[in-house]
């Protein structure tokens, strides 16, 4: 069974629908500034006619083994958001890095190095190849498994138009230099989300998909040791008593690559804990310790913290939406992969 989705009121949804048709739009202006291709734009059911199971496929399977193994939710999540953040949505994530003296792929980048998912969207491609071969992107087809998926633990859902092109080109370089940095202050996550026409706002939402996953003790340790300035060593933007406890339990070397949950106790429940931690300065990354040092982006995690679910999912699905459209190659930019893992001209038999 399909996880229940949270009625929303009328009115919201209402909401929902007008912002995604506005970023649909915003999306094609953006792309105009590309190289001189055809272009096109996202729009809903772009394979309606081409492929007109395709989105079933892809949330059949999804659902499925979501059931299954629920961490699938805020792997693909955490895969379709690393996808969009270099050089936009089109699916250079999930390329390997090619043979001797090839280009070292955005998944061998080291803050890539803990993404999972790959082999569930190479099987979902592989199910969608089946019915309708050469003819949706794996861009659309982690945009879509990444939104069908955190609908299916019971998360928000949006919209998702599609008619993404899949890029060739995957660079280490480029995650390096484009992917937010656990250790950024509010003012540079704020400059690297302006980069990719995202506002303040989307990063204080976006963020709240840490409300469902776990973090390695090396991506926060610097928090908890040899902090510099601190006498003890530990961040003081950080509860004092979480700060002891991490470093007793979970985290009890610089070098722990333990896990642990940055929403404790409902790590795999799309709900408003997140939030609530971070306002406690119990946020495990320094991104998260950054929202609160902006005073808007305090008020406005107080206020959905203080109002119903509904509106979290309301704000982060509209995020979510703009977050799909960034950069996408549309149009005849790019290509439809046939394997997500190989640019078409390596594919091979
Ligand atoms: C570390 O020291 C600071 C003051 O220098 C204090 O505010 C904080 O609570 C201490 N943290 C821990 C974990 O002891
Ligand atoms: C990519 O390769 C597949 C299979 O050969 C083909 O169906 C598809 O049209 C190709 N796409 C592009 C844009 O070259
Ligand atoms: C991509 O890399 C993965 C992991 O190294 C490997 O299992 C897979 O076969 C590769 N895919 C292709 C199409 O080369
Ligand atoms: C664990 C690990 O490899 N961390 C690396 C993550 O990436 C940054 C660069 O962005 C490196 O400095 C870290 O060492």
Request: charged share 15%.
């Amino acid at each position: 069974m399909v996880a229940p989705t949270v009625p929303l009121p009328a009115m919201v949804v209402l909401l929902v629908a007008v912002s995604a048709m506005a970023l649909v739009s915003g999306a094609s202006m953006r792309g105009r500034h590309g190289q001189g291709q055809q272009q096109g734009q996202l729009r809903m059911g772009f394979y309606s006619s081409s492929c007109p199971a395709a989105e079933k496929i892809i949330g059949d399977y999804v659902r499925l083994h979501v059931r299954r193994a629920p961490t699938v939710a805020p792997a693909l999540l955490r895969l379709h958001y690393h996808d969009c953040f270099v050089s936009g949505c089109d699916g250079s994530i999930l390329l390997n890095s090619t043979g001797t003296g090839g280009q070292q792929a955005e998944k061998d980048a080291a803050p890539n190095l803990t993404l999972r998912g790959f082999d569930l969207i190479d099987r979902v491609k592989t199910a969608v190849e089946e019915a309708c071969p050469g003819v949706v992107s794996c861009a659309d087809v982690l945009a879509l498994a990444a939104r069908d998926a955190v609908a299916a633990i019971g998360g928000p859902s949006w919209r998702v138009p599609t008619g993404r092109r899949d890029g060739t080109v995957s660079s280490v370089q480029d995650a390096l230099r484009e992917l937010p940095n656990p250790a950024m202050s509010f003012t540079e996550l704020a400059a690297l989300f302006a980069g990719k026409g995202l506002g303040v706002r989307d990063l204080v939402w976006l963020s709240g998909a840490h409300t469902i996953g776990v973090a390695h003790c090396s991506s926060f340790a610097d928090r908890l040791y040899g902090y510099p300035g601190a006498g003890n060593g530990t961040d003081p933007s950080l509860d004092a008593t979480y700060a002891a406890n991490l470093r007793q339990h979970k985290c009890r070397t610089p070098i722990s690559n333990s896990l642990v949950e940055m929403n404790p106790g409902s790590f795999l429940t799309f709900d408003l804990g997140y939030y609530r931690a971070v306002l406690k300065h119990r946020g495990l990354l320094g991104s998260d310790a950054a929202l609160v040092t902006d005073a808007a982006a305090r008020a406005d995690i107080a206020s959905v913290v203080a109002s119903p679910p509904e509106v979290f999912f309301q704000v982060f699905g509209r995020s979510m939406a703009k977050l799909g459209a960034v950069q996408v190659k549309t149009g005849s930019q790019g290509e439809i992969r046939k394997s997500c893992a190989v640019v078409n001209s390596s594919y091979q038999n």
